[in-house]
């Protein structure tokens, strides 16, 4: 069965209906969450959502079963290379780094990092060839100092140095690359989880403020003529 | 033809974006000939009840400046969405955060710590410790205040913007060019930046050369040449970042650029930007040299990458020491 179709809302309301979600999804207490019910192919994705967003939560909440999100950024030439040389030899390392290749290390800007942590990574890998072997002569030189720099600004912003490492492996290094990535995964398992965007969150007080305004504006303003 | 109406509301910023309106000269008399101004707080008399009874959409322009820092804010930063056609974040508080936005490297209860606890930087006179509360209970009834955040967000983090106009201030011409464009209905493609697409270094008249550099220097170090690129002299000038419009006017006058025009388009993080091309002009392949040099030319990295855009950065904040801080009620008898 169908549900009915929700109204349509009008143009000049979405942006205060967008807010309204935001708003309640900050302060919403555990019990409101449901699951969606059907089985639409819709309903199917909010499902889906549903899932991983909650078990997500859940597992970012509790430290016992914390597995680390990491992502990696490894150059073409050699670390890339080296991971792929670790999977044919059956080398054996933690499955918590998730794999982005890149033409080189030199390309990782540091707003890559700081997406990769804003949404949600708890650590960051970047992997290059060792230095003096770069494929592009010298730009994995360039990022061993966005390495330095970008490890100052995150020390600024509070985030542990540890979680964003940058390692040399070549293409022959298999084993090296998989020690690397089995040490920052524990060491970020012992850092705990970063769930950075609980960081934006304000307390509940904010939407009762915000309703509050709108009843005593409609209370205390009228003045008689 | 009937007259536009025109708003113009200030949130968390320093008022020198409704002061930089009046910088369009002798135009704002054409500007007050085209439109109605229905609610300006800071230059006409206005309610928050008059712009509450407007029907939705009523307003043609909202120029809003300022970031979102408390509940109120927020809540006329919804209310005006509502009540305008077309909203404007207007001037970089509102478009990503500027200078009150750095306060995001502290926490709500930092903040007021700061402020109205007895300490060094202030000296207030406050033995009991008071903060301001949200409810007072007086005899006459419950009195308000609004509820102050942890994070101060941008318009476009709290409501749908439909333009933003970069700048801390926007500069006249800008500011005349969003008005004309709205007056002629010549609008860019909404969610547009009103704005040169290109960095000050493209508008800057100084001689560029390869750039490297053993060592940061802060303004005050050193006497920059005249002639040549600050950023190849040590400086700091985030001119390669930052969004074009301003005519270069402080590297004209031997100041590094300090990136109030924002980012450019394409780049998601402002910071980001400039720390990756301040890195590789960095002389140097010796990972300790590297440290040492970064250490002591940028104390303040925070301050220094995103001094206007924080709360539009990436991260957006520093960590929270203990996440989500909730505010413990006190008896307002202690007050009295």
Redesign the interface.
């Known amino acids: 069965m169908r549900s009915p179709p929700r109204p349509r809302l009008?143009?000049?309301?979405?942006?205060?209906r967008?807010?309204r979600i935001a708003s309640a999804a900050v302060g919403a207490p555990q019990a409101l969450v449901r699951p969606p019910n059907g089985n639409s192919m819709r309903r199917r994705h909010a499902w889906k959502t549903f899932f991983y967003k909650n078990s997500w939560a859940d597992e970012a909440m509790s430290n016992e079963n914390f597995e680390p999100k990491i992502v990696g950024f490894l150059c073409n030439w050699c670390s890339y290379r080296a991971a792929d040389l670790a999977g044919s030899a059956r080398i054996k390392y933690a499955p918590n780094v998730r794999i982005i290749r890149v033409m080189c290390s030199g390309r990782v800007?540091?707003?890559f990092v700081?997406?990769a942590?804003?949404q949600g990574a708890d650590g960051v890998m970047i992997a290059g060839c060792h230095?003096g072997e770069c494929h592009y002569i010298?730009q994995n030189?360039?990022a061993?100092?966005?390495y330095?720099?970008?490890k100052?600004?995150l020390t600024?912003?509070?985030?542990e140095p540890e979680r964003v490492r940058l390692v040399w492996a070549s293409a022959a290094e298999g084993q090296l690359l998989a020690e690397h990535i089995d040490a920052l995964v524990a060491d970020v398992r012992k850092l705990g989880p970063l769930c950075?965007s609980?960081?934006?969150?304000?307390?509940?007080?904010?939407l009762?403020?915000?309703e509050?305004?709108?009843h005593?504006?409609a209370e205390a303003?009228?003045v008689q003529a | 033809m009937s007259k536009g109406k025109l708003a113009i509301y200030w949130a968390a910023s320093c008022g020198g974006c409704e002061i930089a309106v009046l910088a369009i000269d002798e135009k704002i008399l054409k500007v007050a000939e085209l439109f109605d101004i229905v609610f300006w707080p800071c230059a006409a008399d206005g309610?928050?009840?008059d712009v509450?009874k407007l029907p939705?959409?009523s307003i043609d322009v909202c120029l809003f400046n300022g970031g979102i820092r408390t509940?109120?804010q927020?809540?006329m930063a919804?209310l005006l969405?509502?009540?305008s056609?077309v909203?404007v974040s207007f001037g970089s508080c509102a478009s990503e955060g500027c200078i009150p936005g750095l306060s995001n490297?502290n926490t709500k209860r930092e903040i007021f710590d700061a402020v109205y606890k007895q300490g060094e930087m202030t000296h207030c006179e406050n033995p009991q410790d008071l903060r301001p509360q949200?409810h007072t209970k007086v005899p006459e009834g419950t009195l308000?205040l609004?509820?102050f955040?942890?994070?101060l967000r941008t318009l476009d983090q709290?409501?749908?913007v439909d333009y933003s106009l970069p700048g801390c201030p926007p500069e006249a011409e800008n500011i005349w060019a969003a008005l004309t464009a709205i007056i002629e209905n010549k609008l860019p493609p909404k969610g547009a930046v009103i704005g040169r697409n290109t960095t000050v270094c493209d508008e800057c008249p100084r001689k560029r050369n390869e750039k490297k550099i053993k060592k940061f220097y802060r303004t005050w170090q050193i006497q920059p040449d005249e002639e040549t690129c600050l950023l190849e002299q040590g400086l700091v000038c985030c001119g390669v970042a930052t969004r074009a419009g301003c005519k270069a006017l402080c590297p004209q006058v031997n100041s590094p650029c300090i990136g109030c025009h924002g980012a450019n388009d394409g780049?998601?993080?402002f910071?980001?930007?400039l720390?990756?091309a301040?890195?590789?002009v960095?002389d140097?392949?010796d990972?300790e040299e590297?440290?040492r040099i970064?250490?002591e030319g940028?104390p303040?990295?925070?301050g220094t990458?995103y001094r206007f855009s924080l709360a539009r950065?990436?991260?957006?904040?520093?960590?929270?020491?203990n996440?989500?801080?909730?505010?413990v009620h006190r008896p307002a008898a202690a007050a009295r």
């Open positions: 009008r143009a000049a309301d979405r942006g205060a967008a807010a800007d540091p707003s700081f997406k942590l804003a230095p010298e030189y360039k061993m100092r966005r330095a720099m970008l100052h600004t600024a912003m509070g985030v950075w609980r960081n934006w969150e304000e307390s509940p007080e904010r009762k403020a915000l509050e305004i709108v005593e504006h303003m009228e | 309610k928050v009840r509450e939705d959409g509940s109120e927020e809540y919804q969405r509502r009540k056609k909203l490297v949200p308000y609004p509820v955040y942890d994070t709290t409501v749908e780049v998601a993080d910071g980001a930007r720390m990756s301040l890195a590789s960095i140097s392949n990972p590297i440290d970064i250490h940028i303040d990295p925070v990458f950065s990436l991260l957006r904040r520093s960590k929270k020491p996440g989500v801080e909730v505010e």
